[in-house]
């Protein structure tokens, strides 16, 4: 079965800086790969889609880049502020209609 | 525009007995999922309902069972629970089906202890 790998530990950051967090998963690559944020007692939050024929989106602050051949996705947040501490999770697309989400990883941006 | 609503927000129940939980979709949205989130597996896919019809379904027993109404509104029904249902149940919409492509917008989700 599929299997989806994100970092359990959580990522701690200075303010200012880069965060990248990364989904690696095994077997079968995803037509479409979807970033989610989540914060405490909250629904995730869709943040970005990328599909498998693109090697990178942006939006704003965020990047994300999807390589099939090492079968991983990072999540990039630039210039990251406190505000962007949550949980980050990473779901894989396939066919149509099958949507399987990561653990997630924790974020701590510090001032 | 209203986002996805779902009630009761927390709820607590003892061992054997039943629960519904109830969502309501975005307005204008007709596909509606159901996932669990515990800490340990994360979000499990329970089901997808689009125009009233189950389209998918996870692998959960036959005691979580759910179904779409006219209005798109959502419940899910859980018989016999077990401590082992304690979890946030989460139900998310989005404008059409097709879950891998499609962008999903979820509720704040209902928290169940099952003592």
């Known amino acids: 079965s599929q299997k989806i790998e994100q970092n359990s530990e959580a990522l701690n950051i200075q303010e200012g800086k880069t965060a990248t967090l990364t989904c690696n998963y095994t077997?079968?690559?995803?037509?479409?790969l979807q970033w989610y944020r989540q914060d405490p007692g909250r629904g995730p939050v869709f943040l970005l889609l990328i599909r498998e024929n693109e090697k990178e989106k942006r939006k704003e602050r965020l990047k994300v880049t999807f390589d099939t051949t090492l079968k991983q996705s990072l999540f990039h947040i630039t210039a990251s502020q406190p505000a962007d501490s949550a949980t980050y999770l990473c779901a894989l697309g396939y066919n149509t209609d099958k949507l399987i989400f990561g653990t997630g990883t924790r974020l701590q941006v510090f001032p | 525009k209203a986002g996805v609503t779902q009630t009761p927000r927390y709820l607590i129940k003892t061992r054997g007995q039943q629960v519904t939980l109830s969502c309501s979709p975005i307005s204008g949205h007709r596909s509606v999922s159901w996932y669990q989130q515990t800490p340990g597996q994360g979000l499990q896919f329970l089901f997808e309902y689009f125009s009233e019809t189950q389209r998918n379904k996870g692998n959960f027993p036959g005691r979580f069972s759910g179904r779409q109404f006219s209005n798109s509104r959502s419940e899910m029904n859980v018989s016999t629970l077990e401590l082992g249902d304690s979890a946030l149940y989460l139900c998310a919409s989005s404008l059409g089906t097709g879950l891998s492509y499609n962008e999903q917008f979820f509720g704040p989700g209902t928290r169940l202890t099952v003592l």
């Open positions: 077997n079968y690559s995803p037509a479409y």
